[in-house]
């Protein structure tokens, strides 16, 4: 028997693979949600990915499974073959193809189609602002990507985006219609635990992937800046990516191994219980489309140092007085130190933390009902 109304998810690089338990958190409300909104004719959620490790398959009930099909890739034409022979050993009537970006995800689902000599819509999710002007000028790749982005972005279904800055860019950069783009942030898990009222550590953290997309350059530039004349405050660092070698040699050659903590890689449960032990979080990206982590970061009860981007200035917008601070490098080291000792003694209080649940419940079920809204939308 078909695996009938599949929306398929396709994934060759890996990511999700790499995020483990969270982005199986994250999948469970989409297919949660995704049944909901189609009661009585409910849809298969399916997930086609590339993954590192030796994984094959992983099968939550009857209505989802996640099938690791290759090694992480960055051929869609590899990619695109070996999802047609998955789409016929399981007997899947693909609906919807979901892809994680304009480019090899998207090929990937654009060349499925070809081989499977049929029209499914497909919904490209951009999570990075591509299309803020600076983004495209961090290095030559990210230029190439972003022209290159334009033909994808131009020719699919519906866009889903995640947030009102980053949509604005995306219809300026690339003359996109606003109706065929929905603003959906990526839902967060929230502890349950009330907000702390502990004395903050005299602690730094730069929390994400490690990159330089993300101003590891300019993080340098601000401990150094500030250790000049403060020997006391210590960093923390919680992530991984491919900048993390020079970003830790560059920390260490400035602090000696006691003013460091280093984390690796965290989930979301993990990083709940390592707030504690910040007392600022700071982000130095030049772009950020939205700002997961600064929202998890208030959420949690600690103050955010940013540098402007879309997504901060979205933030200021809704956080409360003086718990979200740009941050200029341009200033004075004493300016500077004075700015964290003011982040270090604000108290952030329960407002932003309580109106953001709220909206966070219902991040699953508007993207569930995007994909539905896409396949109507195709048949028309």
């Known amino acids: 028997m078909k695996n009938k109304n599949v929306v398929l998810m396709l994934e060759p690089r890996g990511v ?41 398959s992983h099968r939550n009930g009857r209505f989802f499974f996640i099938k690791f099909i290759s090694r992480p890739t960055f051929n869609p034409v590899l990619f695109a073959y070996k999802s047609l022979r998955q789409i016929r050993s399981n007997d899947l009537e693909v609906r919807l193809l979901v892809v994680g970006d304009p480019w090899e995800s998207y090929w990937s ?53 995640v947030s009102k800055n980053q949509k604005f860019n995306l219809i300026s950069a690339y003359g996109l219609e606003s109706e065929r783009i929905t603003v959906i942030p990526v839902p967060i898990k929230i502890s349950n635990k009330s907000l702390s009222n502990y004395k903050r550590p005299r602690t730094i953290a ?14 340098i530039q601000l401990v150094e800046s500030l250790n000049a004349v403060d020997k006391k405050f210590k960093v923390l660092i919680a992530g991984s990516g491919p900048g993390k070698d020079k970003f830790l040699a560059q920390l260490m050659s400035l602090f000696p191994k006691n003013r460091i903590m280093y984390l690796g890689y965290l989930s979301q449960l ?23 982590v600064l929202r998890e970061s ?31 490098l341009n200033k004075d080291t004493v300016k500077l130190i004075e700015e964290f000792e003011l982040l270090l003694d604000i108290k ?10 709220k909206d966070n419940n219902s991040y699953a079920l508007k993207l569930a009902s995007s994909w539905v809204e896409t396949i109507e939308n195709s048949k028309r």
């Open 298 to 328: 208030l959420i949690a009860g600690v103050p955010v140092w940013a540098t402007e981007s879309s997504g901060v200035l979205d933030l200021l917008n809704v956080a409360d007085p003086g718990t979200v601070k740009l941050l200029d």
């Open 16 to 56: 999700i693979s790499s995020e483990g338990v969270d982005t199986m958190y994250r999948q469970d409300l989409y297919l949660k949600s995704l049944i909901k909104v189609t009661w009585g004719n409910p849809f298969n959620l399916v997930i086609f990915s590339g993954s590192k490790n030796n994984e094959t």
């Open 348 to 357: 952030v209080g329960s407002k932003f933390r309580n109106k953001f649940v």
């Open 206 to 219: 730069f929390i994400g992937r490690i990159h330089e997309d993300r101003g590891t350059d300019n993080f």
């Open 270 to 292: 993990e990083l709940q219980n390592t707030w504690k032990s910040v007392g600022v979080l700071v982000s130095t990206a030049p772009v950020e489309s939205y700002g997961r």
């Open 109 to 161: 689902a654009y060349l499925l189609n070809k081989f499977l000599r049929n029209k499914i819509p497909i919904q490209i999710q951009v999570h990075g602002d591509i299309a803020h002007p600076l983004w495209r000028h961090i290095n030559l790749k990210n230029r190439f990507r972003f022209h290159i982005a334009r033909n994808p972005l131009r020719n699919c279904d519906s866009i889903r985006c």
